[in-house]
């Protein structure tokens, strides 16, 4: 069994139960997200300090802080019907509207963008939201869904068209290559971001920012320069490669591991979380009709061996 399906080179499954696990996951996960996330606090926020880069919408409508928490609300509201297979189409496009809107208004204050991925899994679902056949309404009425089990067989030109979570895939991997040739622009091929110079730097700095010393793993590799330069080398390798990878379907699961090893490093030693971001939509691109394929297959052979004591 494959660790990830690579969607570019195999978008056709027998079962469309990956894109419904893929829709419950990650509106689940961002209904979370956006619910704990302070975007009410801007509201409160000086808006001299963000005067110059303040969305256009502050300078037309100064009450507009007041109608953020209520975006918030929609949006939760949304990502949930959209879970639970309730109009998941226009759903999961309004979510995805709502939560670009609160990302562009927050930006100005705390630059955040680990949004990016929901938003793009949000926007081509809606695109393609005729491919996830397991929706409670409206039933789709053409067609009908194949048993998961069976699955793991390898059909490449029938079966499920699954092109929203193969379009995903391509559109993580961008994301990660362009992350990657900004680490090389200017410093030529690993000689300034991933030089163990400018590694220690960011750990300082990032401690700084936070007013806390920093973190033990972080104290313990800026005593090592060698590995801290292996580790920036590494980063660049593999945020370059996941889009190789993809197109060569080659070693993609060895680049999802690094990838994930990677941002659980950067928690470690910086405190950053992009793992919730970035790091948990690998899920999204797991067999999950093999493995139910292979849990229904145990049990079956279980109560088998029941039946026959």
């Given amino acids: 069994m494959d660790g990830f399906v690579n969607y570019w080179h195999r978008p056709y499954r027998a079962t469309s139960l990956n894109l419904a696990v893929a829709r419950v996951f990650v509106c689940l996960l961002a209904a979370w997200k956006v619910f704990a996330y302070p975007f009410a606090g801007i509201a409160a926020y000086p808006t001299d300090l963000v005067k110059e880069g303040a969305p256009a919408l502050w300078a037309l409508w100064p009450g507009y802080g007041q109608w953020i928490a209520r975006e918030q609300c929609l949006a939760v509201i949304c990502l949930i019907a959209c879970a639970f297979g309730i109009a998941p189409g226009f ?45 409670l309404w409206p ?34 991997a961008l994301i990660y290559f362009c992350t990657g040739l900004h680490k090389l622009e200017g410093g030529g091929w690993f000689i300034e971001w991933g030089s163990p110079v400018n590694m220690s730097r960011m750990l300082e700095k990032r401690a700084f920012i936070r007013g ?3 973190p033990p793993l972080a104290a313990w590799l800026q005593q090592s320069p060698a590995l801290l330069g292996a ?52 899920l999204v691109f797991l067999p999950w009709d ?20």
């Fill in 139 to 172: 039933a789709q009425r053409s067609g009908s869904e194949a048993n998961p089990r069976g699955a793991g067989s390898a059909p490449c030109t029938q079966g499920f068209a699954l092109h929203s979570l193969r379009w995903f895939l391509v559109t993580i």
């Fill in 231 to 282: 580790i920036g080398a590494a980063t660049i390798v593999l945020e370059l490669g996941l889009l190789i990878a993809v197109l060569a379907n080659r070693l993609l699961t060895p680049c999802f591991l690094g990838l994930a090893a990677m941002h659980l490093g950067i928690w470690a030693t910086m405190r950053l979380n992009y793992f919730t971001d970035f790091g948990a939509m690998y």
């Fill in 212 to 214: 806390d010393p920093l």
């Fill in 91 to 135: 759903a999961a496009v309004t979510a995805a509207a709502i939560i670009a809107h609160l990302t562009a208004v927050v930006w100005p204050v705390c630059c955040e963008k680990t949004w990016l991925p929901t938003v793009y899994f949000l926007l081509l679902y809606g695109v393609f939201r005729h491919e996830d056949r397991l929706v």
């Fill in 290 to 309: 093999t493995i139910y394929e292979a849990i229904a297959r145990s049990w079956t052979a279980l109560l088998a061996r029941g039946f026959r004591s």
